[in-house]
C-alpha cells in the first residue's frame, strides 16, 4: 500500500465514524432540547385594555396597560359599566 492508497483507505474509514459522531451528537442534542422543552411551562400574560375613549373611568385609566399573568390581578368588569378586557399579550415560558 503506497501513501496515497493509505490516505484513501483513512479518509474512507475516518468519514463513516465522523458521520455516526455527528448522528450521536445530533441525538444528545435533541435529547436535551426535549428536557429542555418538557421543563418549561407557558404562561400566558393579558393586558389591560380600556374602551380608550372619553368615557373611561379614572379607575381603569390607570389599569391601562397592566400587565398580568393569566389568573392574577384584577379582573373586568371593576365597576358598574366598565367596559374594560384583558387581552393577551404573550407567552412566556419558565421552568417547572
Ligand atoms: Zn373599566
Known sequence: MNLGQMLGAAVRESIPARASA????????????REVLEALVPIRYEMWQT???????????QLSGEI???GEGFTPPVHDHCRCRRVYRHTEFRRR
Not at 380608550?52 to 379607575?59: L, S
Open 22 to 33: 455527528i448522528s450521536r451528537f445530533g441525538q444528545i442534542a435533541g435529547e436535551q432540547t
Open 68 to 70: 398580568w399573568p393569566e
Open 51 to 61: 374602551a380608550e375613549d372619553e368615557r373611561t373611568c379614572p379607575i381603569c385609566g
